[in-house]
């Protein structure tokens, strides 16, 4: 599984560079840019515990979809999942190429962690078991052992961490966009 994880890492970087490049040139930029404010405005308001509560739900309802269910949905939530995420990202960073400072602090765990779902799911999917045979005890056990605990750590940085880092190199202005 760890060469499935590093070429599921390396299509999202490459995916992530791809997306930043068409982002800049068209102007599907704008219109995603705008879905991701709507999205984030929703949690304005919330207490910094909260935040980390509904970021971290929210990544791992996202993990777990993506780690077992792309074995009877073919892989279309990996497909899905690796696309939305790097479109997001490269349209944010064709804008602002500074934020990627703002994503480092805890994409560095929250990306491999989604990486290694995407992983599962793929590994889940080409088992040559039965349909309903397919999801083994061990992969609820490496998920809960491996990826929670990323998606944990990250949340916490992500809600304590990043924006001490963002403040100290992306402009006022900037953030208020975000």
Known sequence: MKKTTVVFLML??????????????????DSLFNSVKQEFSQFAGLQPLQLLSV???KNLTTCLFVSFTS???????IVLSLVVNTAIMGAILSIYPGFIIGILP????????????????WNILRRKEKLF???????VIFFARVVIPMLAAAAVIEIYITPVIIKW??????????
């Open 12 to 29: 999202f970087v490459l995916l992530c560079f791809i997306f930043t490049l068409v982002s800049s040139v068209s102007n599907i930029t």
């Open 55 to 57: 970021i971290f739900f």
């Open 133 to 139: 045979f397919k999801l083994k005890k061990r992969d």
């Open 71 to 77: 074995f009877f949905l073919i892989g279309i939530p």
């Open 106 to 121: 805890h994409g560095i765990i929250e990306i491999p962690a989604l990486c290694i779902s995407f992983a599962l799911g």
């Open 169 to 178: 190199f992306i402009p006022v202005d900037i953030l208020s966009l975000v």
